[in-house]
């Protein structure tokens, strides 16, 4: 089992920016994709960025390229999503994810762990 808990929401301005974190626990994570998920109101949940946790190129979807990066502290097994030049459609609730292989996805459905999720909102 693995266990996800998100942390860094907030309100912030347009333009600003927000770091979230995902602290790991439970089995070992070497053959493990993580990833950043976010759900808007009224809209789907879609993925945002996602990498191997042991190492691998990020992937990204196309509205947060240049402007969020997804990075790995393998000490203390915490992932993070730096958000920066927010907008206010990035405003969702942002959940943590992972799955056991060596191989991105940007399926919801291939994730099996998920966190409880933490609220992003962007003010105009």
């Known amino acids: 089992q693995v266990q996800l808990v998100e942390s860094g929401g907030g309100l912030v301005q347009a333009g600003g920016s927000l770091r979230l974190s995902c602290a790991h626990s439970g089995r070992t994570l070497s053959n493990l994709v993580t990833g950043w998920f976010r759900q808007a109101p009224g809209k789907e949940r879609e993925f945002v960025a996602a990498r191997t946790w042991s190492v691998g190129i990020p992937k990204y979807a196309d509205s947060v390229k240049g402007r969020f990066t997804i990075s790995i502290d393998v000490a203390t097994n915490t992932m993070y999503l730096q958000m920066n030049n927010l907008k206010p459609e990035d405003t969702a609730v942002y959940y943590c994810?992972?799955?056991?292989?060596?191989?991105?996805?940007?399926?919801?459905?291939?994730?099996?762990?998920w966190g409880q999720g933490t609220q992003v909102t962007v003010s105009s």
């Open positions: 994810a992972a799955r056991n292989s060596m191989q991105v996805s940007e399926a919801e459905v291939s994730y099996r762990y």
